[in-house]
């Protein structure tokens, strides 16, 4: 939901493993464009992830409750809002042309709000490199200043996701008392 905050659609996939762990793939992409203000906001990219779930929501229901986990993530980037731009990855690049790397571990809290629905709070701290240029928009070019090199150790992710529960018997228990 925070993506969405930010104008970049995306979508993602949870599958429970067993034994308290499970797999997520996650998946972004925006390109916004301005030509008369050189307004910007090109990002796409991906991670994957692991997560061990614990604790007593987790114990009765998958994909409930606490979970920690380490994760992994690619993007490009193009912010520039008028007066300096900045791009992680190759300028005119493909994701997989000199991207953005970060690796990092995670803690989160899913929490059930509807039958079908739960609501995952998470956040990462990581590592996150990767080349980046600094250009300046002059009339119709984009003037190219330097070309850096980012090297980052911090928070690296901050998510609330709004999770449907998907499959046959899968859905949260009304904890009130007689169905709605």
């Not at 906001?41 to 409750?65: C, H, M, N, Q, V």
């Not at 991207?99 to 998470?122: C, H, M, Q």
Request: net charge positive; aromatic share 16%.
């Amino acid at each position: 939901m925070l993506y969405d905050l930010a104008l970049i659609p995306n979508a993602g996939l949870e599958f429970y493993l067993g034994s308290g762990f499970s797999l997520e793939a996650n998946y972004m992409h925006a390109w916004w464009k301005s030509d008369p203000h050189n307004w910007y906001w090109r990002t796409y990219g991906g991670d994957l992830g692991i997560r061990y779930w614990f604790g007593r929501a987790a114990k009765e229901k998958p994909l409930s409750g606490h979970h920690i986990g380490a994760y992994g993530q690619v993007v490009t980037y193009d912010f520039e809002l008028g007066s300096m731009g900045i791009i992680g990855g190759k300028p005119g690049g493909r994701l997989i042309d000199e991207p953005n790397w970060t690796v990092g571990l995670e803690y989160g809290y899913s929490v059930p709000v509807a039958k079908r629905l739960n609501i995952d709070f998470s956040i990462g701290i990581g590592y996150h490199w990767g080349v980046f240029y600094e250009y300046v928009p002059i009339d119709d070019c984009y003037v190219w200043q330097a070309t850096k090199m980012r090297n980052y150790i911090g928070p690296t992710k901050v998510g609330i996701s709004l999770v449907y529960l998907i499959g046959k018997g899968n859905t949260n228990k009304d904890k009130k008392g007689g169905g709605r």
